[in-house]
C-alpha cells in the first residue's frame, strides 16, 4: 500500500483489487486506486466526495469576505450567505457538466480569486465607490439593499458577456493559436499578481485581531507542512472482521478545516469570558443573527438581483480574469490525467473543457454570484494524494454542492467565521497563489538578464501603476466619459497590465527557445500521445468521448471539422514547438 495513499485505503482495499480482477492493469495503474471511469461503491463515493467538497469549501468562502465589503453590504447583512449559496449552487452544476460532457476529467469547476482583482478595480470607479459610512447609517433597508444589489447587476453583466470570449475559444477551437503567444513570462505575472495584489485585503481583515490571525496561520503551518504525515487511530468495524484500528492522515487532507475549527473554539471561549468587546470582529457572536435571518431552504434563480447591466469597461476589466483563468485551466489538463493514469487528454477534450468553463462563467454571472468560475487547483492536489481519480466520485461532489446551495442556514454558517480567522486563512491562500505563478519560472533560463528584465518590469510596474491609478481614479480624461472609464479600469487591473507586459516584451525581445523555457514547457504541455505508448491507451480511446451518442455522431462525417466533437482530428497539439525540433 502506498504510503501516502487514500486514508481509508485499508478499507478500500478489497473493492480495488476485486475491481482489478477482471481486466487488463498496466504500469500506470500501480499509483491509482480508482481510475477515471471507475465506479466506487456508493458510500465510499459519499465519503471521497465528501473530501473534495471540504477541499474547496475554503477557496469558495473566501471569495465573498472580499466582494461584500466592495459591494457596499452590510455585514449583518443574510445576503452574504445567499451569495456563498449561489456560488456552491452554480459550482455544483457547472462541475457536473464539465465532467460529463465537458473535458470529462475529475475537475472541480468554482469560484475563483482571479476574478476579484478586475472586479475590484471596476468598485473602484467614482460611480460604484460606496458612501461613507455616515451615510450608510442614515439609510434605509431597502436602499442599503439596492446600494448593493445595483452594484452586483453591473458584475453580473460584466462577467456574463466576458465569458463569451472563453467560449468562442474552446468551442471554436483556436486555443492552440493564443497559447502561441502565452510563454512561461506571460504566466508568472498574470498568475502571481493576482495574490500579490490582494495582499491590502489579508491585510485588513488579519489587522482586527493580529494575535488570532497568527495562530490559525501558525497552526495552518503546522497542520499542512510539520504534521502531514502524522496519522490518528481510528475504530472500524467491518462485517467478518469485526472492529479494529486504521490509522487516518487527518492533517493531509484538512488541514484548512482543522486551523479554522480550532481557532474558531478559542474566539469562542475569548467571547465567552468577555476577553473580547461586544461587536469585535474576533467575538464568535458578532454575526450570529445572520443564521437566525436566513431561511432554511432557498433556490438560486437568474437575475435572481436584478436584470444584469453592461457596460465596456466592465466587460474589459474581467477579460483579464477570464484570460488569467483560460491559461491557468489548460495547465490542470494534462497534470490531472497523468494523476488519474489516463492518456493526455486529445484536443477536443481541451477545447470542451475550456468551452464549458466559459459557459459556467456565464452561468455564474446572471445567477449573480459575482464571480466566474475556473479548475481548482486545491482539488487537483486531492487526487495526487488520495489516489482517486474517478469521475463519479466528483459528480456525487457535484450533490453535496447543488444541496448545500439550497440549504441557506448552513451557508451561513461560514459567513460567521471570525474575520481575523479569514485573515490568517488569506495570508496563506493568497500567497499559495503567488506562488503557483512563480512557479512557472522553473523552465525558463534564470541566468539570462533578458528574462530577468522581463520579470521585474512585468511584475514591478503594474503593482506601481494600479496602486497610483487607485489614488487618483480620476487622472483621465479623454473627453468620453466611456472611455474614461474602460481606461481607468484597465489601468487598475494588476494581472491585465502584468500579463500584456510581459507577453509582449518576451515575443519582440529575441531570445532562444531554451532560454524563453519554450522547449521545456513544450514538453509539459504535449497533449499528444507519445508512437511508443499509443497501444496501451487504445483500450481507453473512449475515456474522453461523450457518454451517449457516439455510435450517431461517428456516422457523421461532418463531425470531424468540429473542434469540439470526439470525432475532431486535428493535428497533433503542442502549442511551444521548438524551432530547433
Known amino acids: 500500500m502506498p504510503e501516502n495513499g487514500l486514508q481509508l485505503s485499508e478499507i478500500t482495499l478489497d473493492n480495488t483489487l476485486s475491481s482489478f480482477d477482471n481486466r487488463d492493469v498496466d504500469s500506470r495503474k500501480v499509483d491509482i486506486i480508482y481510475g477515471i471511469d471507475d465506479t466506487p461503491p456508493w458510500y465510499l463515493c459519499l465519503f471521497m466526495a465528501l473530501q473534495h467538497y471540504l477541499t474547496m469549501i475554503g477557496a469558495i468562502v473566501s471569495i465573498p469576505f472580499i466582494l461584500t465589503p466592495a459591494l457596499c453590504m452590510a455585514e449583518d447583512d443574510p445576503a452574504r450567505s445567499y451569495i456563498i449559496s449561489t456560488m456552491l449552487f452554480v459550482t455544483g452544476i457547472v462541475t457536473f457538466v464539465q465532467t460529463t460532457v465537458g473535458c470529462r476529467l475529475p475537475l472541480v469547476q468554482g469560484g475563483t480569486i482571479s476574478f476579484l482583482v478586475p472586479t475590484l478595480a471596476i468598485l473602484n470607479l467614482p460611480q460604484w465607490k460606496c458612501p461613507s459610512n455616515e451615510i450608510l447609517s442614515e439609510m434605509s433597508p431597502e436602499n442599503r439593499t439596492e446600494l448593493w444589489q445595483v452594484r452586483m447587476r453591473e458584475l453580473s453583466g460584466a462577467i456574463a458577456v466576458s465569458a463569451t470570449f472563453q467560449i468562442i475559444v474552446g468551442f471554436g477551437g483556436i486555443i492552440g493559436y493564443i497559447l502561441k503567444f502565452i510563454t512561461p513570462l506571460t504566466i508568472v505575472p498574470t498568475v502571481s499578481l493576482v495574490g500579490l495584489s490582494l495582499f491590502e485585503n489579508a491585510a485588513d481583515a488579519a489587522s482586527t485581531h493580529w494575535g488570532i490571525s497568527a495562530g490559525t496561520f501558525i497552526l495552518l503551518t503546522l497542520f499542512s507542512q510539520l504534521m502531514s504525515n502524522v496519522k ?126 466559459g459557459l459556467g462563467t456565464m452561468l455564474a454571472g446572471l445567477w449573480g454570484s459575482g464571480n466566474g468560475t475556473n479548475t481548482f487547483g486545491e482539488n487537483v492536489g486531492t487526487i495526487g494524494v488520495t489516489k482517486v481519480g474517478s469521475r463519479r466520485v466528483i459528480q456525487w461532489a457535484c450533490a453535496l454542492m447543488i444541496l448545500q446551495g439550497i440549504v441557506s442556514k448552513f451557508a451561513a454558517i461560514f459567513i460567521i467565521i471570525p474575520e481575523p480567522i479569514v485573515g490568517g486563512i488569506f495570508c496563506v491562500m493568497f500567497g499559495m497563489i503567488c506562488a503557483f505563478g512563480l512557479s512557472a519560472l522553473q523552465y525558463v533560463d534564470l541566468n539570462s538578464a533578458r ?17 497610483w491609478m487607485a489614488k487618483n481614479p480620476d487622472v483621465i480624461h479623454t473627453g468620453s ?67 451517449i451518442g457516439m455510435d450517431l455522431i461517428r456516422r457523421w462525417s461532418w463531425t470531424s471539422y468540429l473542434p469540439f466533437s470526439p470525432t475532431y482530428k486535428p493535428k497533433p497539439f503542442c502549442p511551444y514547438q521548438s524551432k530547433q525540433s
Open 481 to 547: 466619459d466611456l472611455l474614461d472609464s474602460v481606461l481607468t479600469v484597465l489601468l487598475s487591473t494588476t494581472i491585465l497590465v502584468g500579463g500584456l507586459c510581459g507577453c509582449f516584451l518576451d515575443n519582440i525581445i529575441p531570445g532562444t527557445d531554451a532560454e524563453r523555457g519554450l522547449e521545456a514547457w513544450a514538453k509539459q504541455m504535449a497533449l499528444s500521445t507519445p508512437k511508443d505508448e499509443q497501444e496501451k491507451f487504445n483500450h481507453e480511446s473512449n475515456i474522453f468521448d461523450f457518454p
Open 451 to 467: 528574462n530577468l528584465y522581463i520579470l521585474g518590469f512585468s511584475m514591478f510596474f503594474p503593482l506601481v501603476l494600479c496602486k
Open 232 to 357: 490518528v487511530p481510528i475504530i472500524h468495524y467491518k462485517k467478518g472482521n469485526g472492529i479494529r484500528i486504521i490509522w487516518f492522515e487527518l492533517f493531509k487532507l484538512f488541514p484548512v478545516l482543522l486551523t479554522i475549527i480550532v481557532m474558531w473554539i478559542i474566539c469562542t471561549i475569548l467571547t465567552v469570558t468577555d476577553a473580547l468587546p461586544v461587536s469585535h470582529p474576533a467575538r464568535s457572536d458578532s454575526k450570529i443573527n445572520i443564521i437566525e435571518q436566513s431561511p432554511w431552504f432557498r433556490l438560486p434563480y437568474p437575475g435572481e438581483w436584478g436584470v444584469p447591466t453592461v457596460s465596456l469597461s466592465g466587460v474589459l476589466g474581467m477579460l483579464a480574469g477570464v484570460l488569467a483563468c483560460t491559461v491557468e485551466s489548460i495547465s490542470y489538463y494534462p497534470t490531472t490525467s497523468r494523476m488519474c493514469g489516463a492518456p493526455p487528454p486529445p484536443v477536443h477534450a481541451i477545447n470542451r473543457g475550456i468551452g464549458i468553463e
